[in-house]
């Protein structure tokens, strides 16, 4: 049977109620995880996002050390309980691809030759999945990185654009990403407009391109905001309590 059209914009609304060009709520927690060296709780949306960074430390076995710069591993991993339908625990196809394009969105702000012959684990658990988890998992890891004190040109910021119902919008949820017919990640240094990481699924006229990686530039400056901010009033509180 064909599947039955949704209709995901009304009376020029999305059926969530935003903007074309208007972001899911966004909450940032940071070190809410005590052995961590670094950690971040990140919300887009119904999107919840956890992620813990471990190191600089010595990498074992030897034989996988760079003796130039720190390896950089990356893992995504969504919970079992983070849909509807139960996800069996594990790595499968779709967490191997996400942990490499997300690791590579991180490496090029991260300064590995301070630290030769040592790993930085980056580690990224969706305990709640609702579209976009590849860019709120980015977000978290960004800010964990830095909350670890791992030296960085700057933090990288995500999010995706989409096409429903023709029209270009701004960080699809998961109803609309199931029905729509594009989608783009995309993550960047915002203060420079640096991409790092640029995906696609479906397709877009080079108008709909375009229009889609200004939103995205728009909305990664949004981020990038709330994410020093998060960082700034951490650290200040703990300095003021550390003072007291």
């Known amino acids: 049977m064909k599947e039955e059209k949704i209709e995901l914009i009304k009376d020029g609304k999305r059926l ?3 903007d074309f060009e208007d972001l899911r709520p966004i909450k940032i927690e940071v070190g809410v995880l005590k052995r961590a060296d670094g950690s971040c709780y990140f919300e887009l949306g119904n999107n919840k996002a956890l992620a ?14 760079d003796a130039k710069t720190a390896v950089v591993t990356y893992r995504y991993n969504m919970a079992p309980f983070s849909v509807d339908d139960r996800k069996r625990p594990g790595p499968d196809r779709r967490s191997v691809e996400v942990s490499k394009v997300s690791r590579e969105s991180l490496d090029p702000v ?3 030759e301070y630290y030769p012959k040592t790993a930085i684990d980056v580690y990224v658990e969706l305990l709640q999945s609702d579209a976009g988890t590849r860019t709120a998992g980015i977000n978290a890891a960004s800010v964990a ?19 429903i119902d023709g029209e270009v919008v701004l960080d699809l949820n998961a109803v ?9 990640p995309v993550a ?13 699924d479906g397709r877009f ?32 509180k703990s300095v003021g309590e550390g003072e007291e």
């Open 16 to 18: 969530d109620g935003r």
């Open 188 to 200: 960047m240094v915002a203060r420079t407009d640096t991409i790092t990481m640029l995906q696609m």
């Open 176 to 184: 609309e990403d199931n029905h729509g017919e594009a989608d783009m």
């Open 205 to 236: 006229t080079k108008d709909e391109f375009e229009r889609g990686l200004k939103l995205a530039k728009k909305a990664c400056h949004e981020i990038y905001e709330l994410q020093r901010t998060a960082l700034i009033e951490k650290y200040s």
């Open 145 to 163: 990185l830095a909350a670890a004190g791992i030296p960085m040109r700057d933090l990288v910021s995500s999010v995706a654009v989409g096409k």
């Open 52 to 65: 813990a960074v471990y190191g600089p430390r010595e990498k074992h076995p030897r034989h996988l050390q």
């Open 110 to 112: 991260i300064l590995k």
